[in-house]
């Protein structure tokens, strides 16, 4: 059974950084990609960064480019998000998400593409 396990969230002032992780389980020869979600309250759930089964392919929201770095690291099966220069706006609860590629070496953006979900961490940013 595939498991994820999102881990780093607190809380920061404004201009600081956190580094996530999400360890996964349960699948082999990492033929996955990832993606980091991100939902605030009442508010609709947000691609934040995606990268591909090898890690060679990525993808960042608008809102978060050239301040956040996805990567993972296939021989310990965890995937990093490093948040830098944290704004309020960043607030909200952070998912990692897995979908099943075969190998193929694709970056995949909109949520009804990934099957498994993790339980969330929460990372909130004060003023």
């Known amino acids: 059974q595939v498991q994820l396990v999102e881990s780093g969230g607190g809380l920061v002032q404004a201009g600081e950084s956190l580094t996530l992780s999400c360890a996964v389980s349960?699948?082999?020869?990492?033929?996955?990609?990832v993606a980091w979600f991100r939902q605030a309250p009442g508010k609709e759930r947000d691609i934040v960064a995606s990268?591909?089964?090898?890690?060679?392919?990525?993808y960042y929201a608008d809102s978060v480019k050239g301040r956040f770095t996805i990567s993972r690291d296939n021989a310990k099966n965890t995937i990093y998000l490093q948040m830098n220069t944290l704004k309020p706006e960043d607030t909200a609860v952070y998912y990692c998400?897995?979908?099943?590629?075969?190998?193929?070496?694709?970056?995949?953006?909109?949520?009804?593409?990934?099957?498994?979900w993790g339980q969330g961490t929460q990372v909130t940013v004060s003023s």
């Open positions: 998400a897995t979908k099943i590629t075969y190998f193929s070496d694709t970056v995949y953006y909109t949520a009804n593409d990934f099957g498994s």
């Open positions: 990268i591909s089964w090898s890690g060679g392919n990525t």
């Open positions: 349960g699948l082999t020869f990492n033929s996955y990609a």
